[in-house]
């Protein structure tokens, strides 16, 4: 059965950095990402990364986030530097299986940036 499970979210102010992590399980994943949705507004894309390592970002986040994998340990991760009020929303990780192309979700995890 595959798992993602997003940590490291939490409240930080404008300007600061958080680290983001999606540890995923039970399958061998092609495309993973990190969305995020605030608060009447619909879900974007923030940042993908391809299994070879590939990334592709929002421009609202370019030059800000990074995204990195781990294939060997089956995690993600989204380094949030600079960042800003507008980045409040809850970030969720996705990830697309080889076998089946299917596409799976985690559970959130809450980004709050003061100003």
């Known amino acids: 059965q595959v798992h993602l499970v997003e940590s490291g979210g939490g409240l930080v102010q404008a300007g600061g950095s958080l680290r983001l992590s999606c540890a995923a399980s039970g399958a061998i994943f092609n495309t993973m990402g990190w969305y995020r949705q605030a608060p009447g507004k619909q879900r974007e894309l923030v940042a993908a990364i391809t299994s070879g390592g590939t990334p592709n970002y929002a421009d609202s986040v370019k030059g800000r986030f990074t995204v990195s994998r781990d294939n060997v340990k089956r995690m993600m991760y989204l380094q949030m530097n600079s960042l800003k009020p507008e980045d409040t929303a809850v970030y969720y990780c996705?990830?697309?299986?080889?076998?089946?192309?299917?596409?799976?979700w985690g559970q959130g995890t809450q980004v709050t940036v003061s100003s």
């Open positions: 996705n990830a697309k299986t080889y076998a089946t192309s299917l596409m799976y």
